[in-house]
Nanobody, 120 residues
Framework: QVQLVESGGGLVQPGGSLRLSCAAS????????MGWYRQAPGKQRELVAV???????NYADSVRGRFTISRDNAKNTVYLQMSSLKPEDTAVYYC??????????????WGQGTQVAVSS
C-alpha cells in the first residue's frame, strides 16, 4: 500500500499564492510520475500538472505560467507552487502517483484531497 498525504490548502485572496505538498509513503520500490489534479463543484476532475521521475513536467493550459510543479525524490514528495491565483482555481486538489511496489507489481494512488479556495 502507498499512502499520499497532502497539505497546504486553504483560503487565499485573488492574486495570492499557495504551496501544496504531497508526501508518498509505504513499500515503494519505484516512484514514477507524480501529479496534481483538481475537482471543482459540479465539474469533472482534471489534470493540473504532472512531473516524471526525471523531472519532465506538463501543465494544463489554464495554469501554465502561474503554477510550478516540483519534486524531491529523496523525500518522495511533490509540490505545487500556485501563484496569481484566480477564483476559478477554487477546487479540491488531489495528489496522484504511480510506480511499482515490487519489480512486477505496479500501483496508482490518490491522496485524500485538500481544499483550495480563492476569494476576496
Amino acid at each position: 500500500q502507498v499512502q499520499l498525504v497532502e497539505s497546504g490548502g486553504g483560503l487565499v485572496q485573488p492574486g495570492g499564492s499557495l504551496r501544496l505538498s504531497c508526501a508518498a509513503s509505504g513499500s515503494i520500490f519505484r516512484l514514477n510520475a507524480m501529479g496534481w489534479y483538481r475537482q471543482a463543484p459540479g465539474k469533472q476532475r482534471e489534470l493540473v500538472a504532472v512531473i516524471t521521475s526525471g523531472g519532465s513536467t506538463n501543465y494544463a493550459d489554464s495554469v501554465r505560467g502561474r503554477f510550478t510543479i516540483s519534486r524531491d525524490n529523496a523525500k518522495n514528495t511533490v509540490y505545487l507552487q500556485m501563484s496569481s491565483l484566480k477564483p476559478e482555481d477554487t477546487a479540491v486538489y488531489y495528489c496522484n502517483a504511480d510506480g511499482r511496489l515490487t519489480s512486477y507489481r505496479s500501483f496508482i494512488s490518490w491522496g485524500q484531497g485538500t481544499q483550495v479556495a480563492v476569494s476576496s
